[in-house]
């Protein structure tokens, strides 16, 4: 699984914001009694995490749950009021479900659009809120903050459906992260197969790599925000029913 950051200088324009946001969020978000015991250490104003929040494995999956011809379609960095509707258009027309790891802020920025996302019974993953892709360079507090920030805005713009998954921003996971993201539910997701659509290679490119590289995993990396991702709705439309007719079928990561 490669880091990749994807050029996405778009993000610097909502940083302040998402600072902002964050600083004011923090007393409200993080929690005390899970960083403790995962032996971080955080802001003195915090709460404990809901008592309904189920542990799940701490390790990276890229697995499916459809089995040995599952296929995983996730989609980061949106929602996206031009492109996550034609995603999701697309997706409907062949019939696909798909995670979308949401960045917080645009997660905030679009509560319509990730509401729009679970009725179509699409999963949520958390994706952080600044999408800072040195996060593991950083503090495990300021870990924590980017981690939770962005899952209570998730789930507040979704109306309470919380995100499955976190998603580290270009795989800048730690094991810190990892167990964090855990301990709140958030199966930590990598991806076996990067079509590099955020660079805009071409549609023919993006198809061309997912048909070469599907044989390394079953989770496949897709954007639908940070630019003009024309490219990639136009090799989603080909790649499902291409997938279809070489006999995979589409699922979800294991939990």
Known sequence: MARHSGGRGWYSKVLGAA?????????????????????????KTTKAAPAAVKPVAVTIVHASDK?????NITIDDGPDPEWTPQMLDVLRE???????CMVGTQAQA???LVK??????HRLCDHSVSHDTTMDKKSEAYQSQEILDAERMITEASGGVRPMYYRAPGGAFTPYSRKLAASHG??????????????????????????????????????????????????????????KEQGYVFGFPVR
Do not use: C, Y
């Open 186 to 243: 958030m199966r930590p997701l990598g991806w076996n197969v990067d079509t590099k659509d955020f660079e805009r290679p071409g549609t023919d490119a993006i198809v061309a790599t997912v048909q070469r590289e599907l044989p390394n995993g079953p989770t496949l990396l897709f954007h639908d925000a940070g630019g003009d991702r024309s490219q990639t709705v136009e090799a989603l439309r080909r790649i499902l029913p291409q997938l």
């Open 67 to 71: 089995g040995a011809r599952g296929v």
């Open 116 to 121: 729009q996302v679970v009725a179509a019974g």
């Open 94 to 100: 062949f019939g696909v479900k798909a995670t979308f």
């Open 110 to 112: 679009h509560p319509d």
């Open 19 to 43: 600072l902002g946001v964050t600083l004011l969020a923090t007393g409200a978000s993080m929690w005390t009694a899970q960083a403790g015991a995962l032996g971080g250490s955080v802001p």
